[in-house]
């Protein structure tokens, strides 16, 4: 939701409503939308790679620490997500990390 959020401010469009309850962006999910879930979430890091790749200098200058900020916060959270599975033995090293 956040990432798309942003890179909608980036790209100049209005973003989705937002009802000011960020606990509502994580009670939406089911085993059966985590497929779609996932899907949405490369799609949108996808667009912004896009969008990154092809603004100019300035635009790149000015964005910087919220591109920064929101890399972190990505990568955080992505990393919270292996640890858990991981401990939770549910982790294939086959398929990513080991």
């Not at 899907?39 to 919220?66: F, H, P, R, Y």
């Amino acid at each position: 939701f956040w990432s798309r959020n942003q890179l909608d401010h980036f790209n100049g469009n209005n973003p989705a409503a937002f009802s000011g309850n960020n606990n509502e962006t994580f009670t939406a999910f089911t085993e059966a939308s985590w497929t779609s879930t996932v899907q949405q979430l490369n799609q949108v890091m996808a667009d912004w790679e896009k969008a990154i790749e092809t603004c100019d200098e300035a635009k790149l200058k000015k964005w910087a620490s919220g591109i920064d900020h929101l890399n972190t916060h990505i990568a955080y959270h992505t990393g919270q997500i292996l640890i858990i599975r991981k401990l939770a033995k549910n982790w294939d090293p086959s398929k990513g990390v080991k």
